[in-house]
């Protein structure tokens, strides 16, 4: 009988895309569950054939209720920065009590764990919930997730081939990786064994300037494009002004700030061996975004 999967997130992007994935290797929908908070977003998903199990990560009952059964959980790490790692811990636990046998958790490449770091509160609840899983005494597999490369175009904006690059990250490099490459990853990991009690980076196999991703920008459009690399008091006063939501400032000159320390710069990966080929170049995912 095949190992039973249980997705977690799996109305979130990462999640519905691993879940295409597993399909397109082969797992039956029957072996899929989704874990969902609201079923309306879920259409699609029971469309597949995939089992809906509805649960919140703030609600115990509900998590050990549709963890029941699970072999193999891919828990999606969250969006609510400021109380995520107990939610995260919620799942654990209720992963624990249900008997999964192989949970594996959507983590966060860092170099930086201290309190001094510019993401200190994304970097702090991921190692919290690391630490939980790696306690539970469940086989695990922590994926440490380098920067989606579908974060630039949200974080230079609508018109930035207009206007150029405009965030205060320096000549940082950053192992931008595309969020479809880690679908793929994860899927691998949830259909194939030997992945228990590892941790793996899961980066790109370059790394790229923000002066980088305006040269590209260029040679994919003809136009010139050029990166500003503004002082982080004028980028974060000039989004003030724009009327840009203060916690949307605060996280994106905060990112800036990582990229510019380096945080997301690795050239050691484990992306290429986990999906059999060599991940997405910054080019080619531009190229879909910003030429089709
Ligand atoms: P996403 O599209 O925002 O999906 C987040 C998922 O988490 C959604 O399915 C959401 O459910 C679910 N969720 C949030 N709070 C929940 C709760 N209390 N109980 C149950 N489910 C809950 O994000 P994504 O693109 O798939 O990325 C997955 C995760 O990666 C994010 O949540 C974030 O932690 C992290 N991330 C990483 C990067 C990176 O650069 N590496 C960038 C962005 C995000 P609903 O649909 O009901 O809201």
């Excluded at 959507?106 to 306690?135: D, G, L, Q, W």
């Excluded at 996280?251 to 484990?270: H, L, P, V």
Aim: no cysteine; hydrophobic share 40%; net charge negative.
């Amino acid at each position: 009988m095949s190992k039973t999967i249980l997705i977690t997130g799996a109305t979130g992007q990462l999640g519905k895309a691993t879940i295409d994935f597993l399909l397109k290797k082969g797992a039956t929908p029957a072996s899929i569950s989704a874990l969902v908070r609201d079923p309306a977003k879920a259409e699609d998903l029971k469309a597949k054939g995939i089992q809906l199990k509805l649960g919140d990560y703030n609600d115990y009952a509900s998590l050990l209720a549709a963890f029941e059964g699970t072999d193999k959980l891919l828990l999606i790490s969250g969006n609510d920065l400021a109380n995520r790692a107990e939610q995260q811990a919620n799942a654990v636990n209720a992963a624990r009590e249900a008997g999964v046998k192989h949970i594996i958790y959507t983590s966060f490449f860092r170099k930086n764990e201290s309190a001094h770091s510019p993401i200190y509160i994304v970097a702090k609840s991921h190692m919290e919930t690391e630490k939980a899983v790696k306690a539970s005494g469940i086989p695990y597999t922590i994926m440490l997730n380098s920067l989606y490369a579908d974060i630039l175009p949200m974080f230079m904006g609508e018109k930035v081939l207009e206007t150029g690059v405009f965030l205060p990250a320096g000549d940082g490099k950053a192992s931008y990786t595309t969020r479809q490459d880690m679908a793929e990853a994860a899927a691998n990991i949830l259909s194939t064994e030997g992945h228990e009690n590892k941790s793996y980076i899961v980066a790109n196999d370059a790394t790229y300037t923000l002066y980088d991703v305006a040269r590209i920008l260029g040679e994919l459009t003809g136009k010139k494009i050029s990166n500003i690399n503004p002082a982080a008091e004028v980028y974060i006063d000039t989004l003030s002004k724009a009327g840009v939501p203060v916690e949307y400032v605060g996280m994106f000159a905060g990112f800036s700030e990582a990229i510019k320390q380096g945080e997301f710069d690795t050239s050691a990966s484990d992306l290429e061996k986990l999906i059999g080929r060599k991940p997405t170049s910054l080019k080619e995912y531009f190229a879909s975004v910003y030429t089709s």
